[in-house]
Nanobody
Framework: QSQLVESGGGSVQAGGSLRLSCAAPEYTSKFKSMAWFRQTPGSEREGVAAVYTAGVNEYYADSVKGRFTISQDNSKDTVYLQMNSLKPEDTGMYYC?????????????????????WGQGTQVIVSS
């Protein structure tokens, strides 16, 4: 049973912002990587951003660089995804994921196979 719980999704107009949260109890002691993925119907789940839980290394998909920021608050056992300048193509179900591997081990940070814990997802809808 996954221990990851996402929140913060919703509907917003293009150009707006949302902040997603992923509650992950004791994640720093269990996982080396935390990431956000998104998926739209008929498409594969794609990596959006990832962070090294013991450091400051951050990774982003080209499509969100400069607009999205992943961050973590160890004291709250929470990982965030701040999404600014949202576009209609950012619409999708957003999933939090966790991996016991460093982002740079075992393939790309955006490889779904790297992650063994997934949340249930939170829906983001961006209207034009």
């Amino acid at each position: 049973q996954s221990q990851l719980v996402e929140s913060g999704g919703g509907s917003v107009q293009a150009g707006g912002s949302l902040r997603l949260s992923c509650a992950a109890p004791e994640y720093t002691s269990k996982f080396k990587s935390m990431a956000w993925f998104r998926q739209t119907p008929g498409s594969e789940r794609e990596g959006v951003a990832a962070v090294y839980t013991a450091g400051v290394n951050e990774y982003y998909a080209d499509s969100v660089k400069g607009r999205f920021t992943i961050s973590q608050d160890n004291s709250k056992d929470t990982v965030y995804l701040q999404m600014n300048s949202l576009k209609p193509e950012d619409t999708g179900m957003y999933y939090c994921a966790a991996s016991p591997l460093h982002p740079w081990y075992g393939g790309s940070w955006s490889s779904r196979d790297k992650y063994n814990q997934w949340g249930q997802g939170t829906q983001v809808i961006v209207s034009s």
